[in-house]
């Protein structure tokens, strides 16, 4: 009884040694089980294993199952995180009231090289590339897509970093900056010369650079033209004083006349009336004129001196006005239409930090630069105060006002050299390119002439790979057209292939006629060494 025992004790012993040993290699290879008859029997479920996704970052639509590049932009693809791959393709298939919430529905599949073919599952494109899939939400609506037109899901466009601005009226404004010289004010400058020949007696203006007003003395100067014409004045002066009174009109009309003719040859001579009235009253012709300046001023040149022989022709003083001060400014060639004649222009100087001085334009020069291609604008300025300098250098600066006008952001316009194109961001994520007119450029804005209204709204970042990406689905969608028009060809020639490929099997049965054969010799061979070993002998010879 006690044997009996010990047996059933040792029996139960063993038996739950083996369930433990079962149970722990079912625990340790419970990976390897789930998904298999033995894995179903103990009740384990399959787990969808996960698969190494990897998508390009410039077209995340496109996915692959193995890394490589993208075939559309060529970039490197990047391993998508296991939490953010995509539905897989059987459930995404699912009716969308069967999903669960956030699935994405997948409504067909296309080759990303040839986007106007569609497919009803995923697989293979007859040029070896994964379908990619393309999600309900980022179909573009039917009637919306203008020619060019793309649609761009929220998750690529800010990837590709997208923005907009509205197109709208607004003032234009715009200041041309660069840099005058300032000079003279060349109608205000006097040249002094003796209009009769002399010798210099006294020199009142000794050096340059002086300031003299008007009417200040320049120079004494002794004549005998002078001086015999002054004798001439006294004794016209009598003659008219004694015949006025004469009972012969002939004979005080003539002296009278000859009065006036000397002292008009006076005034021609630059003597003042007041000189002439001074000689008649004093009865005797003065040995030296005093030669005055006609205007106010610094004197710029000096060539008078003392006891020098003067012609008319010498110069001997020259002398500017101050009180007016030109500046001559270089623009360049594009800027010259925006300046006009009248003009209000500013000016500044860093000899005196803070002020400004408010002139206009006065003349633009007919003649371009041909080394530095700037053409040469006059302004002029008041000067009261003499504080502005010939030579001194200045900035200037010309406002420009185009008032209100309809503008949009230089960002958003690509310029291909023959034409202007704009992208038009509609709702949806739908993008137009549009051609423009555009005017003229006005700081970083372009003045619209035709093509946009006010409120629409255009691509200001990004824009580039849009046009890229738009450029790519025109040219795809061209090369897809030609592809179909090809396919009955390519499919005729394959059935020819075939067929050739059935007439190549036609000697095939009689190979397998002959096969039996070969079978009989190998048993005769077979039979052979096996002949004399007994047991073996009856079962080759039946």
Request: charged content about 25%; some cysteine.
């Amino acid at each position: 009884m006690a044997a009996r025992t010990a047996s059933r004790a040792k029996r139960g012993f063993v038996i739950l040694v083996l369930i433990a040993a079962i149970a722990g290699a079912v625990y340790l290879y419970r990976d390897l089980l789930r998904g298999t008859t033995v894995g179903g029997w103990i009740g384990l479920k399959a787990i969808a294993q996960a698969k190494s996704v990897y998508y390009c970052p410039m077209h995340p639509d496109y996915k692959a199952g193995k890394p490589g590049e993208c075939p559309i932009c060529h970039m490197a693809l990047v391993k998508l995180e296991p939490e953010k791959q995509e539905v897989p393709a059987e459930q995404a298939k699912a009716p969308a009231e069967g999903r669960p919430p956030g699935q994405r529905k997948v409504l067909y599949w296309q080759d990303a090289m040839n986007p106007s073919q569609h497919y009803d599952k995923p697989g293979k494109a007859p040029d070896g590339m994964d379908l990619a899939p393309v999600y309900e939400e980022e179909a573009p609506a039917q009637g919306q897509a203008a020619p060019g037109g793309i649609f761009i899901s929220p998750k690529k466009q800010q990837l590709i970093g997208v923005q907009v601005a509205a197109v709208a009226m607004e003032p234009l404004t715009r200041t041309i900056i660069t840099v005058g010289q300032l000079t003279y004010d060349e109608t205000r400058v006097a040249r002094i010369q003796s209009k009769v020949e002399g010798w210099i007696e006294h020199v009142y203006v000794d050096f340059t650079g002086m300031w003299v007003s008007k009417n200040h003395s320049l120079i004494n100067l002794y004549s005998p033209e002078l001086v015999s014409t002054q004798q001439e004045l006294l004794i016209a002066k009598r003659a008219k004083d004694n015949l006025s009174t004469s009972s012969f009109p002939e004979i005080a009309a003539n002296a009278r006349s000859l009065y006036d003719a000397t002292r008009d040859r006076l005034r021609l001579w630059d003597i003042s009336e007041a000189q002439i009235r001074e000689i008649e009253k004093r009865g005797t012709p003065s040995r030296t004129m005093t030669l005055s300046s006609p205007i106010e001023g610094y004197v710029l040149a000096r060539n008078a001196f003392r006891g020098q022989r003067v012609t008319p022709e010498m110069e001997l003083y020259t002398i500017a006005d101050l009180s007016t001060i030109w500046v001559l400014a270089d623009i360049y060639e594009y800027e010259v239409p925006m300046v006009k004649v009248g003009q209000a222009a500013t000016m500044s100087l860093a000899y005196f930090p803070g002020q400004i001085y408010t002139g206009k334009v006065a003349f633009i020069y007919p003649q371009i630069d041909n080394q530095t291609r700037t053409l040469k604008v006059r302004l002029q300025f008041p000067n009261p105060d003499h504080k502005l300098k010939p030579d001194m250098y200045a900035s200037v600066s010309l406002a420009i006002d185009y008032g209100r006008q309809l503008a949009v952001p230089e960002t958003a316009v690509l310029d291909s050299g023959t034409q202007q194109i704009v992208f038009i961001a509609h709702e949806g994520g739908h993008f137009e390119p549009r051609t423009l007119q555009l005017g003229a450029k006005v700081n970083d804005r372009f003045i619209v002439l035709s093509g946009l209204s006010p409120g629409e709204m255009v691509v200001t970042s990004g824009n580039f790979l849009i046009d890229s990406e738009s450029q790519l689905k025109t040219a795809l969608g061209g090369m897809g057209d030609k592809t179909q028009d090809t396919r009955p060809k390519t499919q005729d020639t394959r059935h020819e292939t075939q067929d050739t490929r059935h007439k190549t099997q036609d000697p095939r049965p009689k190979t397998q006629d002959s096969r039996p054969k070969t079978q009989d010799s190998r048993l005769k061979t077979r039979d052979t060494r096996h002949r004399g070993r007994g047991p073996w002998k009856w079962a080759w010879s039946t």
